[in-house]
Each structure stands twice: as C-alpha cells, then as structure tokens.
C-alpha cells in the first residue's frame, strides 16, 4: 500500500512556464513533507520542506503547498528551466517515525527550451 | 554544507560473491544513516536504518543475513551484499541525518550493483 502517490509519471513544460508537480498522501500521521530533486545514477538532492503547520514555504523559484485536509502538497516550480529536467521525488515523515522517509515513486520533469 | 560520499560508484561481481559499499558523511557526524534501494522508474525503498554503534533496524521484507550493515563510526556505514545473485542488482543509495530532530536526509551519489 503506497502511502505517497505521485500519480503522473512524468510532466513536460516550456522553459519560462509554471511546473506543478503533485503529491498526494494517505496516513494522516504524516506532518512533514520534503521534495527531492535526482538526477539519473546520481542520488537525490534535498529540494524544500514543509511542516504540517504551515500550508507554504518559499524558496526562490521554488513554493510547496500542503493541503492537510486533501492529503495533498504540490510543488511549484516558476519560471522553469531546463537545469530543472529531473526525476522529483515527494516524500514524507512523522513525529516519531526516527526521521524515516516514505517516498513517492517520483515524476519525470522535462522543460522545454 | 552535508556531503555524502559513496564507494564505489559502480560494480560488478559474480553471482556467490560478497559485496562491500561505503557510506561516509564528509563534513558532519551522521547520528543516523539509511540505506535504500531503488528498481528503475521505482521508488527509493528503505531496506534499514542504522545508528552508529548499534544494530541496524531492517524493514520488513529486507534480510538481515544477506544485508549486513555495519556503522562503525558517525561518519561511516558499510553494506555488505552477502552470496550475491542477479536478482541483487540494482541501485543502492545511503542517507545521512546530522541530528535525529532533522527530517532532512542527505543522500549519497549511489552505487550501481550488477551481479552476472
């Protein structure tokens, strides 16, 4: 049972356009939320965070949104570049859980020049 | 910044062999470290976690026997694939936390198994 979806395998957008990349969730135990960016045979690299008391952060091009009523965060990604094509990964923990992460199975950005 | 070595980056051995990868934090003392494992186009499985100077915790389903971890010291950990077969092969990656209160996870480069 997946306790992170990220539903769309893969997201394609013009340079210089938003990217939305969604994450939905189900155990309501959860009450931080990471994205992580990776590039192929290299490992994942800690993007931006959210806690469960907020419903945004900001981090210059990047904003992530939590929904905690939907079980659902997304990332914001404006303007988009290609340096951003990667796999992004959504993953989550809970107090308590010694800082284990459960992961997404990631989605495929490709920005277009 | 919180880096996280890995070695080898690649490797390949026959099927019977042992298999051995590092995990070092190169600027911080890593309380914390995990190992995962990732299928292409699959998600980053954790198969244990492991706390310097104790046993490591395996998830279910990961055999303790055939992934022997060991966490030395706060800045290494070591996976040893034992008895090694193709259906090993895959993409093992550590992480590292600097304070147990920090969801942060800094991820090492990854190190690509092939057992023939």
């Known amino acids: 049972d997946q306790q992170v979806k990220q539903n769309s395998p893969s997201l394609s957008v013009q340079e210089g356009r938003i990217s939305i990349l969604n994450c939905d969730y189900t155990?309501?135990?959860?009450?931080?939320f990471l994205w992580y960016k990776k590039y192929p045979a290299e490992g994942p690299t800690f993007l931006i965070s959210i806690s469960s008391i907020k419903d945004k952060n900001e981090d210059g091009r990047f904003t992530v949104f939590l929904n905690k009523s939907a079980k659902h965060l997304s990332l914001h990604i404006v303007p988009s570049q290609p340096g951003d094509s990667a796999v992004y990964f959504c993953a989550a923990s809970s107090t308590g859980a010694n800082s284990k992460l459960t992961f997404g199975k990631g989605i495929t950005l490709s920005v277009r020049p | 910044g919180a880096v996280v070595s890995q070695h080898p980056s690649w490797v390949i051995c026959k099927s019977g062999t042992s298999v051995k990868i590092e995990c070092r934090s190169l600027d911080f003392q890593a309380t914390t470290m995990f190992w995962y494992r990732q299928f292409p186009k699959q998600s980053l499985m954790l198969m244990a976690t492991s706390n310097e100077g104790s046993k490591a915790t395996y998830e279910q389903g990961v055999e303790k026997d055939k992934f022997l971890i060991n966490h030395a010291s706060l800045t290494l950990s070591t996976l040893t694939v034992t008895s090694a077969h193709p259906e090993d092969s895959s993409f093992y990656i550590c992480?590292?936390?600097?304070?147990?209160?920090?969801?942060?996870?800094?991820f090492g480069p990854g190190t690509r198994l092939t057992v023939t």
């Open positions: 155990n309501s135990m959860f009450d931080y």
């Open positions: 992480s590292a936390i600097r304070d147990s209160s920090y969801y942060e996870q800094y």
